[in-house]
């Protein structure tokens, strides 16, 4: 069997914003439903590390030797944001990682690389957007915050091929629909009618190209995903693409907004989740011209979601229905930079020296413990000297990122300063021994309770002078928005 996809994560925040609470603040209507939201110490790379994480823990055979990282909103410009994830997901070092920057479309190149790379090794494309927009605008209210990621390689021990991609076509055409100066934080749209004339025949030219390529015609096509931040253009090419109605999909939008460059990927994880064995699968992206990617599901595609469901990943239906939805305005408003707040009154933070966070990547990135050898004694953070027996320089490196613990002990502290007060500190028991003091996330303290299950995430700590400080946080999985208890997929 050739390459193809060999497993999938999805990532959506645990806050969503109600529209009607935009509409209270600022007057007028502003639609129904809810849109996924990035909280306070998320930005691109850490929503693509935690897509990336689930996408990689049904799999048994060896790591990605390629990781792709898209994003219209990177953290940096300048430095590789993919290095952050390849550092947090304790990639091997011969495993290279690239960004592909700056435009929606650059997520539909990220899967069509991925899936060429794939030939002989394993390649990671990850897919994150937070997207945001002038208060009271359609950007604000329609977008959404969320990251995909997506495997492609052969088969190889347990691991099985759920679908190939067989088929891709692409058009291109320069004109002014969408665009954004670098340091701007809102996006321009031109008047939606002409968006709409351009882009319906660059979309019918590109899916005709890639089914004639498949071998197929639109009557083949089981599944449809058309996605797009122009909504009359998606919404037109839909219906002028000639598949039967019961193919496109169910949109996501309604309660977690369009995730610009991961909603083609999220619409593509939603069918893998539902499609039978010999479907095919058309995916275009409707940006700066149009992509269309021809996937055929495998007769493995059923043992492909049943190891996923086994390492306990929650499906996206289920994904879409977790959430917390009653962020206030105001505080989505202060994340976003957009209401300026009272600062606390303390010195500003000091951004982290190079040498030092180098020195201690597996550490900061990676959350590595070790184990002494003599005695078995878990350290954290990680020691060269057991703190239990002294013994020197024998110690076992242990990633403990994906270990699960709960709450030994906790404060609630109401008076240091946070962009989401108030900041609650647990003392962490890890399963399998380990103990760790870390600040807390997506957590409702008035819920937080000795012995809470956690598991760990990572965060942006702060950012100082240009230089984000990353770590790692626990957060409840009782409350959070993915897995199958509501806390990681």
């Given at each position: 069997m050739s390459a193809g996809i060999l497993s999938w994560g999805v990532y959506l925040p645990y806050w969503r914003l109600q529209r009607g609470a935009i509409g209270a603040v600022l007057g007028g209507p502003s639609g129904r439903g809810t849109r996924s939201v990035a909280s306070y110490d998320e930005d691109t790379t850490t929503l693509g590390v935690e897509a990336a994480r689930r996408a990689l823990a049904a799999l048994e055979g060896p790591p990605p030797e390629d990781l792709l990282?898209?994003?219209?909103?990177?953290?940096?410009?300048?430095?590789?944001?993919?290095?952050?994830?390849?550092?947090?997901?304790?990639?091997?070092?011969?495993?290279?990682?690239?960004?592909?920057?700056?435009?929606?479309?650059?997520?539909?190149?990220?899967?069509?690389?991925?899936?060429?790379?794939?030939?002989?090794?394993?390649?990671?494309?990850?897919?994150?957007?937070?997207?945001?927009?002038?208060?009271?605008?359609?950007?604000?209210?329609?977008?959404?915050?969320?990251?995909?990621?997506?495997?492609?390689?052969?088969?190889?021990?347990?691991?099985?091929?759920?679908?190939?991609?067989?088929?891709?076509?692409?058009?291109?055409?320069?004109?002014?629909?969408?665009?954004?100066?670098?340091g701007e934080t809102d996006s321009k749209v031109w008047e939606e009618r002409f968006g709409q004339e351009v882009y319906v025949p660059l979309v019918e030219a590109a899916t005709a190209e890639a089914l004639k390529r498949a071998g197929v015609v639109p009557a083949d096509v089981d599944h449809l995903v058309v996605a797009g931040l122009h909504a009359r253009a998606v919404q037109a090419a839909r219906k002028a693409l000639g598949v039967r109605q019961e193919a496109a999909v169910t949109d996501r939008i309604p309660v977690v907004g369009n995730l610009g460059a991961a909603q083609a990927p999220l619409g593509l994880a939603d069918v893998l989740e539902r499609a039978e064995p010999g479907a095919v699968i058309a995916v275009v992206v409707v940006a700066d011209g149009a992509d269309a990617l021809v996937f055929r599901a495998t007769d493995d595609l059923p043992a492909v979601r049943a190891a996923r469901a086994a390492a306990g990943l929650a499906t996206v239906e289920e994904l879409v229905a977790g959430g917390r939805d009653d962020l206030p305005y105001a505080r989505f408003l202060t994340w976003r930079g957009e209401l300026r707040r009272e600062p606390a009154r303390r010195p500003d933070p000091e951004r982290p020296g190079s040498p030092a966070t180098w020195r201690s990547t597996g550490w900061k990135s990676a959350f590595e413990a070790t184990d002494c050898r003599a005695c078995g004694f878990r350290h954290l953070p990680p020691s060269r000297v057991c703190l239990r027996c002294r013994t020197v320089d024998e110690m076992d490196r242990v990633r403990m990122a994906d270990v699960g613990g709960q709450v030994a002990t906790f404060t609630v502290d109401r008076l240091a300063f946070s962009l989401s007060p108030p900041v609650v500190g647990a003392v962490v028991d890890f399963d399998g021994g380990g103990r760790y003091r870390c600040e807390m996330t997506d957590v409702d303290p008035d819920a937080l309770a000795t012995g809470t299950r956690v598991e760990m995430t990572f965060r942006r700590l702060y950012t100082a002078e240009g230089v984000h400080n990353y770590f790692w946080k626990a957060r409840p999985v009782a409350v959070g928005p993915s897995g199958s208890d509501q806390g990681g997929e």
């Open positions: 990282f898209s994003t219209p909103a990177p953290a940096y410009l300048d430095k590789t944001n993919a290095a952050a994830v390849h550092a947090a997901l304790d990639l091997p070092p011969w495993a290279a990682s690239y960004d592909l920057l700056g435009s929606v479309r650059s997520g539909a190149a990220t899967l069509r690389a991925a899936g060429a790379m794939a030939g002989g090794h394993r390649a990671l494309a990850v897919v994150s957007d937070l997207r945001t927009g002038l208060a009271g605008g359609p950007e604000e209210r329609d977008s959404g915050d969320g990251a995909v990621a997506v495997v492609f390689g052969e088969a190889s021990g347990g691991d099985r091929v759920g679908a190939e991609l067989v088929a891709h076509a692409a058009t291109s055409s320069e004109f002014l629909d969408r665009w954004r100066t670098p």
